[in-house]
């Protein structure tokens, strides 16, 4: 049986890594205390991730080398997120204007007990060798890794993980700034690549 879970929920860390990307842009410091705000910037910066949607599925495997076969089951956990250091943001007058980043999905195999369990194994030949060796089921294991992130795109969550990130976005960075804030999404239905 293949179980599916997504949980959507903005981490803590937004705040702290929306407030460190709009200090120095925003924020007046004085003169003498710009250098060590702008270098602790940084260091925030590198360290944090909008994390939008944690992901949990249960997936069957059904494959197949020459003649031998396998069925398996693989329990999968990951993330959809969002780096805040790749922010695009503007000002217009008042408003500032946000463009949400291109995703950033990671798919890994759970360390979870019993999480990759071979059901069976089998030859076409009679009295056949029907063995896998541990390369060959990572292999197909991660084949299995980039189905389930097209899944993710067709089922619709990226496209639902990008307006919950834009809509918090939105409203943390208007209560750190005062500001009115728009956030637009260039992609709003994500955009698979190489990298995902």
Not at 12 to 32: C, D, H, M, N, Q
Not at 70 to 75: M, Y
Not at 120 to 143: A, P, Q, V
Request: a neutral charge; hydrophobic letters at 40%; proline letters at 4%.
């Amino acid at each position: 049986m293949k179980t599916s879970k997504i949980i959507f929920a903005v981490a803590a860390v937004i705040a702290l890594g929306s407030l460190a990307l709009l200090a120095p842009r925003y924020f007046t410091p004085k003169e003498e205390d710009r250098d060590i705000m702008d270098s602790t910037v940084k260091e925030i910066k590198s360290m944090v991730k909008l994390c939008s949607a944690d992901i949990y599925e249960e997936v069957p495997i059904k494959a197949s080398i020459g003649n031998r076969h396998i069925f398996a089951r693989v329990t999968l956990k990951g993330t959809i997120s969002f780096d805040i250091e790749r922010l695009d943001i503007t000002r217009e007058g008042d408003t500032l204007h946000v463009a949400l980043p291109p995703e950033e999905i990671e798919i890994l195999e759970s360390t979870d007990k019993d999480s990759y369990i071979v059901i069976d194994t089998w030859s076409d030949k009679l009295m056949g060798n029907s063995r896998f060796t541990t390369e060959e089921e990572n292999k197909i294991k991660e084949k299995v890794k980039q189905n389930a992130i097209k899944n993710i795109y067709a089922k619709g969550y990226v496209r639902q993980a990008r307006a919950e990130a834009a809509a918090n976005l939105g409203n943390m960075i208007s209560t750190l700034t005062t500001k009115p804030v728009k956030v637009t999404d260039p992609t709003p239905g994500g955009k698979m690549n190489k990298g995902n």
